[in-house]
């Protein structure tokens, strides 16, 4: 029998993990699909730095398993399904409730970044997203943080999201200089600002230059904080149909190539998106003898 090998989120999976991810679900058939998830990330310890279970993506990696009929899922749970219904509902309803007659804002003193947690605060940036950005709002996989851009009078004037880089990237991996071996070891070290919003009533000159310039210097040391380790680099991806990426130029940010018309995690050419020009931004001058493992890179202790 073939061995089964997998390699997913940057973590590889030998033929007898799956052998025990096999073994788990049918010995454990009433576990639901988060239980599941969450039995395998202890089993494996599939974990960030902060110990944390990566139970999302283990449940894409099981969806992924299931697919190809390795494995198949517990049944869904209505109350789950209800539950996500309901969160989804309730952010349309407040993205639609949002108004679109304000008054353009022309002139703002101070730019700060608001470091949003859950809760109605997170649930109105979200529904911000999904009604003015271009491609709206999608959960995010793994460590993320989230930012209102405020006047210093705490006016919000847009928001952005951080998340885990791209795996498989490669004008990135080149223009760094590491190998697959450096790359999977030290991947998370690298933060993709996934979206990015200027509110469309807000005109104000270098606005975009400005907030990006705050979040390079807030970033790193708001990640330590929550995850326990601090990130080197900042990659982003900008559509040149309907942006020139001036703001991230003017931000020190520096164009390295461009995307090959991929998804974020795709590995085998699947998905037809469109091409992006790569942007990226050290948070340090040594990120590259981090990346590549000379150098440690900066942790605290977890409280968990």
């Known amino acids: 029998m073939e061995e089964i090998i997998r390699e997913f989120s940057g973590k590889t999976f030998s033929a007898e993990d799956i052998q025990n991810i096999k073994w788990i679900r049918k010995t454990f058939p009433k576990l639901s699909l988060k239980e599941l998830a969450a039995t395998i990330c202890e089993t494996t310890s599939w974990v960030t730095i902060s110990g944390v279970p990566k139970k999302e993506s283990c449940i894409k990696f099981l969806r992924q398993l299931a697919a190809e009929n390795i494995i198949d899922l517990p049944a869904p749970q209505n109350h789950g399904m209800n539950t996500e219904n309901s969160r989804k509902q309730k952010l349309s309803e407040i993205a639609e409730a949002l108004p679109s007659d304000i008054k353009e804002i022309t002139k703002v003193g101070g730019v700060e970044l608001e470091l949003v947690q859950a809760g109605p605060r997170m649930q109105l940036l979200r529904a911000y997203l999904k009604k003015y950005h271009i491609i709206g709002d999608s959960n995010a996989v793994g460590e993320q943080l989230y930012y209102f851009i405020n006047d ?151 409280d968990v």
């Open 152 to 302: 210093n009078d705490g006016t919000a004037l847009g928001c952005m999201r951080f998340s885990p880089a791209a795996w498989a990237l490669e004008e990135r991996e080149d223009w760094i200089g590491w190998t697959s071996v450096q790359k999977k070891a030290r991947l998370f070290l690298i933060v993709n600002q996934s979206r990015y919003l200027i509110f469309p009533w807000v005109h104000v000159k270098n606005l975009s230059s400005r907030a990006l310039s705050v979040a390079a210097k807030r970033l790193p040391g708001d990640w330590l904080a929550r995850y326990c380790y601090e990130p080197v680099l900042i990659e982003t991806f900008v559509d040149t149909d309907f942006f020139k990426g001036t703001c991230y130029q003017a931000a020190s940010w520096e164009c390295i190539g461009h995307t090959k018309g991929r998804g974020r995690n795709d590995r085998h050419t699947e998905r037809a998106v469109s091409i992006k020009d790569i942007y990226v931004r050290p948070l340090r001058r040594d990120f590259r003898d981090i990346l590549t493992g000379k150098k440690a890179y900066k942790v605290v202790a977890s």
